[in-house]
């Protein structure tokens, strides 16, 4: 790099995190940031994409209601895998191997998902979609986080975040026009083909985690290439090191998360994680369906229940600066509105204005409340175990998003009506609030 008269030369050794926190948001953070996003957009797609066709799809194969339960569970059976494997995996060979691997791994398994003709062979699709659906997120979490100064990172990864609630918002107003010209394999199709066409993209404009390569060590080029593109106007000497005042931490990265007193704090989140994504999974799989029975179409059903991403899209972007400024008690305030308009979801179901109203409530509450829990989660774990940390909420997350639809499932084949489907699905968000709230008690 050409040194200018204006440039600052920094030598000598480098805090690489108190740097970072020192810059302001600039063009390679929104960069990175963007990059990131689009991973998510594609992950939330297709992640969601089988709760929009599944009215469809029992409609084709003749199935009863609840038939398709064990199908959704599978694709995150197949979700939690991933984040529990890929999590500690991205703490040892880098966050960006992952992504890349992840995404190609979603985008075969959702392309093949065209060619199923039972429901054993979409049980087996999903869970191979999971895997890299589940590998991807945790791993986009924490290397946005990382480049973010810690002033502002709970902001920047929700903001980020919301590519996955805009993903999952696009795929059931995309269902909603495909499936009734094209089928429901069109929309796997698309899901399919477009992050594997984004593979190219991704291999050239996703960089390695700034932190992870400080704290290999000999990257230092590596690093002060990344660190000059964070402040253009600085050159780093020949002699600069670059350090991450964190232990290097060895032996099983899962049994850190309850070392040095984090134990308390990762189970508490874990209840956050678990009860928050039972709600989020149990609502997106089944609202299409729920609806489709109370007379609306496909399509409308598809795009009505798309309002719980779009009012997590908005929650988003809405709780983002609270967040960064009010920690956990503005989550668990966000939780305990949800409970509310979770509820009201069953009571207002007999007016589709009122019913898509409360959805949207509850969206910009749950999925707005998830995308703060993942941001809270990577400020909260050092880098040695960040991507182990947050990929290992969201995988026992992943248990409550099983749990989910087969509770769902096996209501609606009881013939329970929404209330007392909506009601139950209060309550995982009334725990949630709860656990929200001793974390903000706890400082």
């Known amino acids: ?83 529990l494997i890929f999590g500690p995996m991205a703490d040892r060979i880098g966050r960006r191997r992952i992504i890349l691997a992840s995404t190609l791994v979603f985008g075969i398994g959702t392309l093949l998902t065209v060619l199923a003709v039972d ?20 791993n986009a979490i924490a290397l946005t986080s990382e480049f973010s100064p810690h002033r502002r990172r709970a902001t920047m990864v929700m903001i980020m975040f919301a590519g996955f609630s805009i993903g999952a918002a ?52 590596e690093v002060a290439n990344l660190l000059q593109k964070l402040a253009p106007g600085v050159s780093f000497a020949g002699n600069a090191k670059f350090v991450v005042q964190e232990p290097k931490l060895s032996g ?8 040095e007193g984090r134990a308390s704090v990762t189970v508490l989140l874990w209840v956050v994680f678990f009860m928050s994504l ?44 609270f967040i960064d400024r009010f920690s956990f008690r503005a989550l668990s305030l966000t939780y305990l509105v949800a409970a509310v308009a979770v509820a009201a979801v069953g009571m207002a179901s007999h007016s589709i204005v009122l019913v898509t109203i409360a959805i949207f409530a509850s969206g910009f509450c749950i999925v707005g ?45 009881r013939d329970m009506g929404p209330q007392p489907l909506f009601g139950a699905a209060a309550v995982p968000a009334l725990i949630a609030a709860a656990a ?5 008690r706890r400082g």
Request: aromatic share 8%; glycine share 14%; charged share 10%.
């Open 369 to 413: 409340g998830q995308i703060a829990s993942n941001a809270l989660t990577a400020t909260f774990y050092p880098t040695a175990i960040r991507s182990t940390g947050v990929g290992w909420a969201l995988g026992i997350g992943r248990i409550g998003s099983i749990v989910g639809p087969l509770i769902g499932g096996v209501m609606l084949a």
């Open 170 to 221: 696009l795929g059931g107003l995309l269902a909603a026009a495909m499936i009734p010209a094209f089928g429901w394999r069109s929309v796997f199709l698309v899901g399919g083909v477009v992050p594997l066409l984004l593979l190219a993209f991704l291999f050239k404009a996703l960089p390695e985690s700034i932190r992870f390569l400080a704290m290999m060590g000999g990257r230092d080029r």
């Open 1 to 83: 790099m050409a040194v200018t008269a204006t440039d600052e030369i920094v030598s000598g050794t480098v805090d690489v995190p108190a740097y970072v926190d020192r810059q302001p948001v600039g063009a390679f953070q929104i960069r990175v940031l963007l990059v990131c996003a689009a991973v998510l957009f594609i992950d939330g797609f297709d992640t969601q994409a089988i709760g929009y066709v599944a009215p469809a799809v029992a409609q084709e194969w003749k199935l009863a209601r609840g038939s398709l339960g064990p199908v959704f569970s599978a694709g995150l059976l197949g979700l939690m895998i991933g984040a």
């Open 278 to 321: 039972l709600d989020l999974y149990l609502l997106s799989n089944w609202l299409p369906t729920v609806l489709n029975d109370l007379g609306v179409s496909v399509s409308g059903a598809a795009a009505i229940g798309a309002m719980l991403q779009v009012g997590g899209v908005v929650g988003t972007f809405t709780l983002g600066q």
């Open 252 to 259: 099983l990265p899962v049994a850190h998360l309850f070392a």
């Open 119 to 138: 429901t054993t062979w979409l049980i087996a699709l999903r869970v191979l979609t999971g895997l890299g659906l589940g590998g991807a997120m945790p």
């Open 436 to 440: 929200a709230f001793v974390l903000a």
